[in-house]
Every structure is written in structure tokens, then in C-alpha cells.
Nanobody
């Protein structure tokens, strides 16, 4: 069984910063990619940032230059440093990992339960 647990969400004023963490645990053989997504009320889930095993990153245009995705591969953990937060960044943030479980023959995508980020004065 594999579990992804996010943390670090909360309420922050516009212009502030937050750092989200996502730790994966369980029978993990390897992780190929990690990513952060968000879903605002009444909207579809959208990509925020992804990072591959090789370190290649991809960001949504709306967060480029403000958000930074990083990983600690030894800890199976992904981070999202969010600076210059805006009210439109308010959403539930989900992490996702494409990983290979021990004994499995294919890569599967796993999701965390989400963490609320609210940007408001």
C-alpha cells in the first residue's frame, strides 16, 4: 500500500509565502515523477508544477517565477515553495507521484488527500 500525505497549507495574506510538503510512504520501489495540482471551488483541477526523476521541471504560466517545486528523493518527498501568493492561488492543492511499487510491473499514479491554501487579507 502506498500513501501520499500533504502538509503545509493554511491561510496567508496576499504577497505571503507557504511551503507545501508531500511525503510518500509504503512499498515503493521507484518514483518517476512528482507533481502538484490545485482545484479551486467550482473549477477543474489544474497542473501547478511537475518535476521528473532527472530534475526537469514544468510550471503553469500563472505560477512561473513565484512557485518552485523540489524533491528530496531519499525521503520520497516533494515540496512546493510558494512566494508572492495571490488570492487567485486559493485552492486545494494535491500532490501526485508516478511510482513503481515493490513487485509491480507498471508505473501507477497516486494522489494525496489535498491541503487547503487560502490567500486572503
Amino acid at each position: 500500500q502506498v500513501q501520499l500525505v500533504e502538509s503545509g497549507g493554511g491561510l496567508v495574506q496576499p504577497g505571503g509565502s507557504l511551503r507545501l510538503s508531500c511525503a510518500a510512504s509504503g512499498s515503493i520501489f521507484s518514483i518517476n515523477a512528482m507533481g502538484w495540482y490545485r482545484q479551486a471551488t467550482g473549477k477543474q483541477r489544474e497542473l501547478v508544477a511537475t518535476i521528473s526523476l532527472g530534475g526537469s521541471t514544468n510550471y503553469a504560466a500563472s505560477v512561473k517565477g513565484r512557485f518552485t517545486i523540489s524533491t528530496d528523493n531519499a525521503k520520497n518527498t516533494a515540496y512546493l515553495q510558494m512566494n508572492g501568493l495571490k488570492p487567485e492561488d486559493t485552492a486545494v492543492y494535491y500532490c501526485s507521484m508516478r511510482l513503481l511499487r515493490v513487485g509491480a510491473v507498471r508505473w501507477d499514479d497516486f494522489w494525496g488527500q489535498g491541503t487547503q491554501v487560502t490567500v486572503s487579507s
